[in-house]
């Protein structure tokens, strides 16, 4: 009553001024009520539409993928035409349809400088990389661009002998030695070890010293640089992330060169790997590749929770002792933020949900299973035809035993060859290989989105198992490895968009072809 006489009262008061303006300044006045009303209208009509999506959105999860995906169309539009108007069309698990669209490109610029002659270099180079076989890969992609940037000798890096790990192989145990020298020659001059007449020359040993994490080219001009060209041989030690993500587009071509081309690993390695390779295409057409990280040490640093009771609180409590400085985490809090790594069970049921058959074949890369063969038995259920190293190549895989690097570099090459590479994390093989992937033709990876599928997996028993399929399906859009789901600016290993090209797309009818 009291809104409906305010409302007479104004328009009262309203027309009554008007009446004592001259014609223009009723037209002035009217005109900007009408835009006020405009405006007031539109804004209720946008409120009540997002009032209403968001209603939406509390059911069907689909909202913000919506949103995302509109905003990736309008980004770029050349690459959704592709999709025929119709972006819910079922995925190909086994295959993206746009990955013959892409392919590899690092070669050298036209105006890139050659490698620096050794006796003009500006001194020797030498690296010790630190962890495991892929944490020591980025070392040493990063070593080059690094020699590149000083204009320096590099001496083949060392590897880490001392880390969790506990493995003694030198880089001539696990890499082509011969053939990182030869494939780089045009880029940094590369060699075995320090001259010998220049070691006796040296007044004092090589020096040695740490740089700060992800530091930039200027950091390595301004404070290596120096001391360099005054003692001749410097050590950079525990090399690992020791450079910026963002580099120029021809450093980052070289990081590509040494990671995709360079590193090639020892052909006892290679033949190895490519045997087990043909033992799964052997008995399926095609496989999946899960690099399952479900180890006790991987497990007590996540500081997750993965439903052991007392038994896995208290195990796993004792092994987080040997680091003094990790965090005190929330369990529940590390697994809403999608930080901890899927279960060998949670692994099976989001690979079902997307699609695959109890009769696909899985090989499964990985270490010590927290648990055995107890958790690893949910998964073997959903997916019978499970195989491992251990299983493909008992007597060949002995000499490899005792050393976790070329053991890891096993599962390195087949995971690479499969038709499907899954992830359970996002540690350094599981970024490097997706990175890799797309390099070669954006093949098939899928990497949990674990943030959302962590509350789905909490409430899988509310719902039937079409429902929870579907919700699986709309959370991992975007997960899948596809082409639109590059993010320049991000982490190179997993993301290299500057040595990633696009061929010129035409309309596949009679007699057009694709363009390279």
Known sequence: MGVSVGKAWSLGMLSTNLALLPNNKKKHVCSQQQRKTITISWS??????????????????????????????????????????????????????????????????????????????????????????????????????????????????????????????????????????????????????????????????????????????????DQVLPILLRRQVVQLTKFDFRLANHLDDELQKLRCRVNYHALRFTKPIQELGQTIVMRMQKMARRFIAVHLRFEPDMLAFSSCYFGGGDKERNELGEIRKRWTTLPDLSADGERKRGKCPLTPHEVGLMLRALGFTNDTYL????????????????????????????MLADEELKPFLPFSSRLAAVDYIVCDESDVFVTN?????????????RYMGHKRTIRPNAKKLSTLFAGR??????TFSKKVKACQRGFLGEPDEMRPGRDYQEFPSSCVCERQYVNEEPGTKIDT
């Open 44 to 221: 209720l009509v946008c409120g009540f539409m997002l009032f209403i999506l968001g209603l939406i959105s509390l059911f069907t999860g689909h909202m913000l993928s919506d949103l995302e995906w509109y905003s990736h169309r309008l980004v770029h539009p050349n690459f959704y035409s592709r999709l025929d108007g119709n972006y819910r069309a079922p995925i190909d698990i086994w295959k993206s349809k746009l990955s013959k669209y892409y392919y590899g490109c690092s070669d050298r610029g036209r105006d890139y400088a050659p490698a620096v002659p050794e006796q003009m270099s500006n001194g020797y180079l030498l690296i010790a990389a630190s962890g495991g076989l892929n944490q020591q890969r980025t070392g040493i992609t990063d070593a080059v661009v690094v020699a590149r940037i000083l204009n320096a000798t590099l001496v083949v890096p060392e590897l880490d002998h001392h880390s969790f790990w506990k493995d003694d192989s030198d880089f001539i145990n696990i890499f082509d030695v011969d053939w990182f020298i030869s494939y780089l020659a045009k880029d940094v001059t590369i060699v075995k070890r320090v001259p010998d007449k220049v070691m006796r020359s040296m007044e004092k040993p090589p020096y040695t010293m740490r740089v700060p994490r992800k530091s930039e080219p200027d950091y390595y001009l």
């Open 363 to 390: 090989y499964v890369a990985s270490g010590e299973i927290y648990g055995g063969d107890e958790t690893m038995q949910p998964l073997k259920d959903l997916f019978p035809n499970i195989y491992t190293k251990e």
């Open 425 to 437: 994390n996002n540690g350094n093989m599981a970024k490097i290989l997706a990175g890799r992937r």
């Open 461 to 466: 028993h509310q719902m039937d198992w079409h």
